[in-house]
């Protein structure tokens, strides 16, 4: 990336994938920058597109079809955050990023993804305050004009500094931290029916992590106390193995699956 960045989120547009807001080095500052690279092209490098709206960070990323949403996070970059409940969406190719109704409750170190045209906030904490971590989980169907944030069934679970995928009609939630220890639990949500379940849980117990789905497997990536782990989940046969660790270790950080 022409911009390093942490605590920044990442979603996909169409064959590009984009890095969404963060913070620069350890400075307070947020940063409102984007910048997508072509994965039918990566050796083009990285290009920008329009800036967000509002600079954010601890923030999530939703993406469905030509749309990817920021959701959440904090404005200042400094610490503690103060939770945004603001939401604003870019289509591929728009001139700029589109404000839309905000999410009912504020929240940093959350979730998101999207199932069809419904994306999902899930989770996170209220303003950095490690005693007021969330369970709720909203969503919001981009198909409907004027539609507004619907509360859904809670996570078993509060945490923050969770990592949120999709496939098929399912939400994954993986690790994160309830104020006292970093969380080894997969929780599983079907949309179809407003329910979870718990699945196997990592082997790894960790928040701050990346999760991306290829196929039919989730990927766990790294997490807190820089860790270089990769742990795979294969979604069909509900275990868990171990991958091929990253090359560089690393926590507060996204990713986000190519075709």
Same mark, same amino acid.
């Given at each position: 990336?022409?911009?390093a960045?942490?605590n920044?989120?990442m979603?996909?547009?169409?064959g590009?994938v984009?890095?969404v807001?963060?913070?620069?080095?350890?400075s307070?500052?947020?940063?409102?920058?984007?910048?997508?690279?072509?994965?039918?092209n990566?050796g083009?490098?990285?290009?920008?597109?329009?800036s967000?709206?509002?600079?954010r960070?601890?923030?999530?990323?939703?993406?469905?079809?030509?749309?990817?949403?920021?959701?959440?996070g904090?404005a200042?970059?400094?610490?503690?955050?103060?939770?945004?409940?603001?939401v604003?969406?870019y289509?591929?190719?728009?001139?700029?990023?589109?404000e839309?109704?905000?999410?009912?409750?504020?929240r940093?170190d959350?979730?998101?993804a999207?199932?069809?045209?419904?994306?999902?906030?899930?989770?996170?904490?209220?303003?950095?305050?490690q005693?007021?971590?969330?369970?709720?989980?909203?969503?919001l169907?981009?198909?409907v004009d004027g539609g507004?944030?619907?509360?859904?069934? @809670? #996570? $078993? &679970? /509060?945490? %923050?500094d969770v +990592? =949120?995928?999709?496939s098929g009609?399912?939400l994954? !939630?993986? *690790?994160g931290?309830d104020?006292?220890?970093?969380?080894?639990?997969?929780?599983?949500?079907?949309?179809?029916t407003?329910?979870w379940?718990?699945?196997? @849980? #990592? $082997? &790894? /117990?960790r %928040?701050g992590? +990346? =999760?991306?789905?290829v196929?039919?497997?989730?990927? !766990?990536? *790294?997490?807190?106390?820089?860790?270089?782990v990769?742990?795979a989940?294969?979604?069909e046969?509900?275990?868990?193995?171990a991958?091929?660790?990253?090359?560089?270790?690393?926590?507060?950080?996204a990713?986000? +699956?190519?075709?």
């Amino acid at each position: 990336m022409s911009t390093a960045r942490g605590n920044f989120g990442m979603g996909r547009l169409g064959g590009l994938v984009c890095a969404v807001g963060g913070t620069p080095d350890a400075s307070d500052t947020a940063l409102a920058s984007c910048e997508c690279l072509d994965t039918a092209n990566p050796g083009a490098g990285w290009s920008t597109i329009p800036s967000l709206r509002t600079a954010r960070w601890l923030h999530a990323v939703a993406s469905t079809g030509d749309t990817m949403c920021a959701i959440g996070g904090d404005a200042s970059g400094a610490w503690p955050p103060n939770s945004l409940s603001s939401v604003e969406c870019y289509r591929q190719g728009a001139a700029a990023w589109v404000e839309l109704v905000s999410l009912n409750t504020a929240r940093t170190d959350h979730g998101a993804a999207a199932v069809g045209d419904v994306i999902f906030a899930v989770g996170g904490n209220v303003n950095g305050d490690q005693h007021t971590f969330l369970s709720s989980v909203e969503a919001l169907d981009l198909s409907v004009d004027g539609g507004r944030w619907e509360e859904k069934a @809670p #996570m $078993p &679970t /509060a945490r %923050g500094d969770v +990592a =949120v995928a999709a496939s098929g009609t399912k939400l994954f !939630a993986v *690790g994160g931290w309830d104020g006292r220890n970093f969380l080894d639990a997969l929780e599983v949500y079907e949309s179809t029916t407003d329910s979870w379940s718990a699945a196997t @849980p #990592m $082997p &790894t /117990a960790r %928040g701050g992590l +990346a =999760v991306a789905i290829v196929g039919n497997t989730l990927l !766990a990536l *790294g997490g807190y106390g820089s860790l270089d782990v990769v742990e795979a989940y294969g979604i069909e046969g509900g275990s868990w193995s171990a991958a091929e660790p990253m090359a560089t270790p690393r926590f507060g950080f996204a990713a986000a +699956a190519g075709p």
